[in-house]
């Protein structure tokens, strides 16, 4: 049977949630699953939004039939040619041989790409309309808001932001369909944020560009391809205010993140007493074990603080892999702005440090604290100085509390 949601009396969410999922585009873990939203407007013309993943294919098939009560359907709209968007759609296109696939130049060649198929296509370019009889749709192009084809649509008739990725989390919806009802902010925020900083945060600018392109417009609805609706004015313009920090790089919050690998134990064992000392001086602090947490969980939450600590033990003349790793991950995701301090430790001839200000070479705008800390396989009564000087400095750049 048919698992549908309404939006309004002529929108329909005809999407589907996997909770099977291990890992979401090979290498993000999604423990609570992930939707896959496709929308189905029901107008003089009948037109669906993107289509979904290969694994939800016969629920959204079933979804897409009753949601057309028996009419043909006339358009498709590919926002995003991802596979998990649009998997389906040859398979959707041959249970509907008449529709037309409306897209733009790159999402055309990218289908003939994936599907080896030229689709009967109405090619759109930014700006431009198509009416659909109540509902008139205007196109934006968005490139690299994911992929270079990404386009957004907006329906002037009910306010209607098409999103694309954008605005997306992770999560299954489990039977809600608006922001509204679940606690989004308390509850959702930290896996939007790892959405967005892992799958576009490289590409700030770009996402910058897309939101001063839709800041005229008068939205009432954001509908993105993954997670939840928003028709709050406030919650809109509250994501919307994320989504402006996050793609300029700002921190949402003061605070000290602090990742540390450690195979002993000491490496950590430092990173706990700075801890220890910054919560002393009433600094937040975020913490994680980087060959324990995922790396797509270290990424969103270094987008959100405003100081990080690296601290590692040297490893065959380098820096531990696992910190080598997450290093690697953060210069490849653009994150900039941040204050830094490292903690290196090393038995023999510790220089993790080096390496780990090698590879943060590549990050703009990062202010590494020029004293490290460096241990000597385990921090000593003697290191007490040593220890004070280097918290010290990363204190005083610490803004105070308002
Ligand atoms: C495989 C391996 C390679 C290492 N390579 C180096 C090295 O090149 N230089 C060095 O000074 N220490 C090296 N070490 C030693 C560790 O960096 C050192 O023991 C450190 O104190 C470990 O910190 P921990 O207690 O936080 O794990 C190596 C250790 C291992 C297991
Ligand atoms: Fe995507
Ligand atoms: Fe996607």
Redesign the pocket.
């Known amino acids: 049977m048919h698992c549908i949601r309404k939006i309004t009396e002529d929108l329909l969410w005809v999407g589907a949630d996997d909770r099977r999922l291990a890992m979401f585009e090979g290498v993000y873990s999604v423990p609570r699953g992930v939707s896959y939203n496709s929308y189905l407007l029901l107008d003089e013309k009948t037109v669906l939004m993107d289509t979904v993943d290969r694994a939800v294919e016969k629920t959204f098939l079933e979804n897409v039939a009753y949601g057309l009560g028996g009419r043909n359907l006339d358009y498709v709209i590919v926002h995003h040619m991802e596979p998990d968007h649009s998997a389906t759609l040859i398979r959707l296109l041959e249970k509907y041989p008449e529709a037309t696939v409306i897209c733009n130049d790159k999402t055309k060649k990218m289908i003939e790409q994936f599907f080896g198929k030229t689709p009967n296509a109405l090619i759109v370019k930014e700006g431009e309309k198509l009416s659909f009889g109540k509902h008139e749709f205007t196109f934006y192009m968005a490139p690299m808001v994911h992929w270079p084809e990404v386009m957004i649509s907006f329906d002037s008739e009910n306010g209607v932001l098409f999103s694309a990725d954008a605005f997306g989390t992770f999560g299954a919806l489990n039977g809600a369909l608006f922001s509204d009802e679940v606690d989004f902010f308390g509850e959702h925020l930290a896996e939007a944020r790892r959405y967005y900083t892992n799958i576009v945060g490289k590409y700030g600018p770009q996402v910058q560009a897309a939101l001063k392109k839709l800041a005229p417009l008068p939205i009432k609805m954001i509908a993105p391809l993954h997670g939840f609706v928003f028709r709050e004015a406030d919650a809109i313009s509250a994501f919307i205010a994320k989504y402006d920090a996050w793609s300029t790089y700002t921190p949402e919050r003061t605070e000290v993140m602090i990742a540390y690998a ?7 064992n430092a990173a706990n007493i700075l801890a220890c000392r910054l919560r002393e001086r009433g600094i937040a602090v975020d913490m994680f074990d980087v060959s324990v947490t995922p790396a797509s969980e270290i990424v969103a939450a270094a987008f959100r603080a405003s100081h990080l600590v690296f601290a590692a ?5 380098g820096v531990f892999v696992t910190m080598e790793q997450l290093l690697h991950e953060l210069a490849a995701h653009n994150l900039q702005k941040r204050t830094v301090a490292l903690i290196e ?7 993790a440090a080096k390496w780990m200000r090698e590879i943060l070479a590549s990050c703009k705008e990062l202010n590494i604290l020029e004293n490290d800390l460096t ?1 000597k ?2 921090l000593g009564a003697s290191d007490a100085d040593a220890f004070d000087a280097f918290a010290e400095a990363l204190v005083a750049t610490v803004p105070e509390k308002a």
């Open positions: 450690s195979i002993y134990g000491n490496t950590e033990p040297t490893y065959n003349n430790n090393g038995s023999w001839a510790p220089s241990v396989s385990a």
